[in-house]
C-alpha cells in the first residue's frame, strides 16, 4: 500500500516541504529510516537524524526549521507526535480490512450478527450470541452462550469470552485474552479440603475499552465483574470477580487486582502491583511499579512500596534505607562512646 507525501498531508491536514509526489509504503524510526519508509521527529533529542536519515518523507511540528539541507520531504504538521499516532491508526484500519465467514467455523443457529463481519477459521459462537457491525473474530476464537459485542470490536486469534460477557463499541481484545472464567471461589472445609462456590455472574466490558494479550477477567460470583468506559489493560494482568475498574484508568502488565476490589477512575497502576480484595481505589491515584495495596487509598493519592504508603514519603524512607548499614554502625559507635563516658565516670 502506497501513500504520497500530498496524500498524507491531505490526511493529516499538514503541509508539503519537498516533493509532494513522494512515494512510500512502509514506517520506519527516524535513525533507521530507508528509501521508501515514511517517519516522524517530535522530541528534539533526535533531531541529528532528520540530516542523515534516508526515510522519503518525515512529519514534523510546524515550528521545525532545518539547519542544513536535507533530503527528506517534510510534512509539517500541528502535533507531529499526535499526527504520526493518527497515521498509525489509518494504517492499522486499512490493513483490518477483513470480512466474511471463513471455514470451517460453527454458528448457533440462534446467533445473530450485523454487517461486514469476519469470523476466522476454527471459531465457535454460541448460542443466543449478538454481534454488532464491523465485528472482526479472528482464527480459534470461542464464544460462550448469551454473549453480546458491539460495534466495531475486533477480538484476535485465540481469545475465550466464556458465557454472559457483555463487551462494548470500539474495544480490541488481543490474543490468549480469557473473560468470564470462574472466579477464585471456594469454601474451607473442616478436614481442610475446599468446596467450590459456583460463580453465576458475568463480565461486563463498557466502550472503548482495550486488552493485552493473556489478561483474564474472572466472572463475578453474583452481579458482575466490571471494566469501565475507556479502560486501558497491558498483558498479564489478573482481574478478579467482582472487581469494577473506574472510566479511563490504565493498568501495566502483570498487576493482580483480588476479588471485590473497587478501583476509580483515571487512575495508574504501574506492573507488578498486586491489591488486595474488597478494597476502594479512589479517584486518580497512582500506584508505582511493584506496589502492594493493602489498605483503602482516597483520591488523589501517590504510593509506592510494599505495604505501599505515600510516594514522598517511600522515597525519603528509601534514602536512609540504602544506607541502613552506615546508620547501624553510627549508632553502634554511638553506643559504644556513652557507655565507656557511663564507665569512666563511674571509674
Do not use: W
Amino acid at each position: 500500500m502506497k501513500f504520497t507525501a500530498e496524500q498524507i498531508a491531505g490526511i493529516l491536514e499538514g503541509e508539503v516541504i519537498g516533493n509532494p509526489k513522494a512515494e512510500v509504503n512502509q514506517l520506519s524510526k527516524i535513525e533507521d529510516g530507508k528509501v521508501g519508509s515514511l517517519t516522524f521527529l517530535a522530541n528534539p533529542k533526535y533531531n541529528n537524524f532528520i540530516y542523515t536519515t534516508e526515510a522519503t518523507i518525515t512529519i514534523v511540528n510546524k515550528t521545525f526549521v532545518p539547519e542544513t539541507p536535507i533530503k527528506t520531504t517534510l510534512v509539517k504538521v500541528e502535533d507531529a507526535y499526535m499526527s504520526f499516532s493518527k497515521l498509525l491508526e489509518f494504517y492499522d484500519q486499512a490493513k483490518g480490512t477483513k470480512n466474511g465467514i471463513e471455514q470451517p467455523s460453527i454458528i448457533s443457529d440462534t446467533a445473530k450478527y450485523g454487517e461486514n463481519l469476519y469470523l476466522g477459521s476454527f471459531s465457535y459462537l454460541g448460542q443466543q450470541v449478538i454481534l454488532g457491525d464491523n465485528v472482526k473474530i479472528y482464527p480459534n476464537c470461542f464464544l460462550g452462550d448469551n454473549v453480546v459485542v458491539g460495534n466495531n470490536v475486533t477480538i484476535f486469534a485465540g481469545a475465550k469470552i466464556y458465557s454472559d460477557t457483555i463487551i462494548g463499541n470500539n474495544c480490541i481484545i488481543n490474543s490468549g485474552v480469557v473473560i468470564g472464567a470462574d472466579g477464585f471461589g471456594f469454601a474451607p472445609n473442616p478436614d481442610g479440603s475446599y468446596t467450590k462456590i459456583p460463580q453465576i455472574g458475568n463480565v461486563v466490558i463498557e466502550d472503548n475499552v482495550d486488552i493485552g494479550s493473556c489478561t483474564t477477567i474472572d466472572r463475578a460470583t453474583m452481579g458482575s465483574t466490571i471494566i469501565r468506559k475507556g479502560v486501558k489493560l497491558d498483558n498479564q494482568i489478573q482481574i478478579a470477580h467482582n472487581v469494577e475498574v473506574g472510566e479511563n484508568t490504565v493498568i501495566a502488565a502483570q498487576t493482580g487486582v483480588a476479588g471485590s476490589t473497587k478501583i476509580g477512575k483515571n487512575g495508574m497502576i504501574g506492573g507488578q502491583v498486586g491489591v488486595s480484595g474488597h478494597l476502594t481505589i479512589g479517584n486518580n491515584v497512582r500506584i508505582q511499579a511493584q506496589s502492594g495495596v493493602g489498605r483503602n487509598i482516597k483520591d488523589n493519592e501517590t504510593l509506592q512500596g510494599s505495604p505501599s504508603f505515600g510516594y514522598n514519603d517511600f522515597s525519603k524512607s528509601y534514602v536512609h534505607f540504602k544506607n541502613l548499614p552506615k546508620i547501624v554502625a553510627e549508632i553502634e559507635e554511638l553506643k559504644k562512646q556513652i557507655l565507656n563516658q557511663k564507665n569512666g565516670k563511674n571509674g
